[in-house]
């Protein structure tokens, strides 16, 4: 397990600073703000925390309201809305400098026997071993210089290995341009069978390329272009149980963009073809003017 890792999961460790009411911090990087799949899968876990363990996450509804400022801890405010025979509804607000900055509703439902089918195609990909991961893909693309050096040099919690273009690639190549990103993951340690942490690593891992799949389709890049993007809202369906630390591919779109937003969509396979997770989310995206 790298550092980034055992950094993460010490992230996820919330602290209970009374009923209902848990404290996280944010890692110790020069960022103007907080990661959004951080503060999704904090608040994931606090709702988590209040809940029966009989209970599986099957769904988050969350709205990111204000940047997160990374150099002071964030308050998660739970309220138990309800606690029925089958399932259990909890609201999350995150709280920075007295004011709401993220809120989130998630469900937790009991396991029951249901219809089951599934309709969804798992995309065609080569296997994640044969792929070159993302960094070893910039480094060839950006050389010797300095500033992308020291970045790609960070450890990151997350593997993550691209089965299409980079919108970086895609912003010198018209060609490979495209609304589709297939993008393999996993976190490379054997983590504990706690079904809630392998939901929280996924919310986490989720951020990381849907608004990079509306970029994909423009040729837009945050490495060299001139825009300026935030999530908005986030959603998410858990629909059966998988493991973060096995392979998930992420299978995104992006349908449709205009007046500053763009939406996007995912879908998480595990590498048998099983739909594990949908996600859908809305952002904004501004090209500055010079």
Do not use: C
Not at 48 to 57: A, H, I, L, Y
Not at 134 to 147: S, T, Y
């Amino acid at each position: 397990m790298n550092e980034a890792l055992k950094e993460l999961l010490d992230l996820l460790d919330l602290e209970q600073i009374e009923l209902d009411i848990f404290r996280g911090r944010s890692p110790e990087e020069r960022i103007q703000r907080v990661f959004g799949g951080q503060v999704a899968a904090q608040a994931l876990v606090a709702a988590g925390r209040t809940v029966q363990s009989d209970r599986n996450v099957h769904s988050l509804h969350a709205y990111f309201i204000r940047p997160g400022d990374p150099t002071i801890p964030i308050v998660y405010n739970v309220e138990r809305v309800r606690d029925g025979r089958s399932f259990t509804t909890r609201r999350v607000v995150a709280v920075q400098h007295g004011k709401a900055i993220f809120t989130m509703s998630a469900s937790f439902h009991v396991a029951e026997e249901g219809v089951e089918h599934q309709a969804a195609v798992m995309p065609v990909t080569p296997d994640p071993l044969t792929l070159p991961t993302f960094q070893e893909r910039m480094n060839e693309l950006v050389g010797a210089d300095p500033m992308w050096r020291d970045w790609l040099s960070r450890e990151r919690p997350v593997e993550a290995r691209y089965a299409s273009p980079l919108t970086f690639e895609a912003s010198k190549d018209p060609a490979l341009r495209s609304a589709q990103t297939n993008v393999w993951f996993r976190y490379d340690a054997e983590l504990p069978d706690d079904p809630l942490l392998h939901v929280v690593l996924a919310a986490y891992a989720s951020d990381y390329t849907l608004v990079d799949t509306v970029l994909l389709a423009h040729g837009l890049s945050w490495g060299n272009s001139n825009i300026m993007g935030a999530s908005l809202d986030h959603a998410m369906w858990f629909h059966r149980p998988f493991r973060a630390d096995d392979w998930l591919l992420y299978a995104q779109e992006s349908p449709w963009s205009g007046g500053a937003r763009g939406l996007a969509r995912g879908q998480m396979f595990t590498a048998s073809g099983d739909l594990v997770v949908s996600v859908v989310q809305e952002a904004m995206i501004r090209e500055l003017k010079s």
